[in-house]
């Protein structure tokens, strides 16, 4: 069965970086897209970003341009996202999701990723 | 970007009654190329949000028939027929006829 299995919990300094790695499984990986997700404890859903399995391409939500990377590796089905100049309020739960007709069809389990000196 | 706005922003059900919620959007999703994207999730307590429905009307993948989703343009809702204990969660409207955005999620649980 389709699966995204989310890398473990982070805890960050402000001004660092955070990567978080979506592995996943039971699928054919470049034929979809990855979305990126984050919930603030207590708060709604967030879209961060997409990237193409396929070729790569990229769309960012306009609060995230130049302070997100998203990328793939092909040869583990792997997605990855680095959010960087980490601040307090980057404090959430961050999920990927598979993307089919534009839809988060499949989401994995979520990495909580706390930012606090 | 498009703003979602749900309401109402909870609710509470009597098992085996009906729900339904709103979702109107700031602008039309439908695209040029005939669809309207438009979805709505269900996260239920300390999960990942689920996939209920894509494209205004169509069930995802093993989601039971007592939810539908309807409406157009810029007006939505989605109904439970019959209210059951595990519907309990959060539900989201999603739009990504441009870049996504969600709404801000209605709380539904039973009384």
């Not at chain 2, 979602?4 to 695209?31: D, E, N, R």
């Not at chain 2, 689920?50 to 007592?66: K, T």
């Not at chain 2, 027929?81 to 969600?102: K, N």
Request: glycine letters at 10%; one cysteine or more.
């Amino acid at each position: 069965q389709v699966q995204l299995v989310q890398s473990g919990a982070e805890v960050k300094k402000p001004g660092a970086s955070v990567k978080v790695s979506c592995r996943t499984s039971g699928y054919s990986f470049r034929n979809y897209g990855i979305s990126w997700v984050r919930q603030a404890p207590g708060q709604g859903l967030e879209w961060m970003g997409w990237i193409s399995a396929y070729n790569g391409n990229t769309n960012f939500a306009q609060k995230f341009q130049g302070r997100v990377t998203m990328t793939t590796d092909t040869s583990t089905s792997t997605a990855y996202m680095e959010l960087r100049s980490l601040r307090s309020d980057d404090t959430a739960v961050y999920y990927c999701a598979r993307v089919t007709r534009r839809a988060c069809d499949i989401w994995g389990q979520g990495t909580m990723v706390t930012v606090s000196s | 970007d498009i703003v979602m706005t749900q309401t109402p922003l909870s609710l509470s059900v009597t098992p085996g009654q009906p729900a339904s919620i709103s979702c109107k959007s700031s602008q039309s999703l439908l695209h040029s190329d005939g669809k309207t994207y438009l979805y709505w999730y269900l996260q239920k307590p300390g999960q990942p949000p689920q996939l209920l429905i894509y494209e205004v009307s169509n069930r995802f993948s093993g989601v039971p028939d007592r939810f539908s989703g309807s409406g157009s343009g810029t007006d939505f809702t989605l109904k439970i027929s019959r209210v059951e204990a595990e519907d309990v969660g959060v539900y989201y409207c999603m739009q990504s006829i441009q870049l996504p955005t969600f709404g801000q999620g209605t709380r539904l649980e039973i009384k």
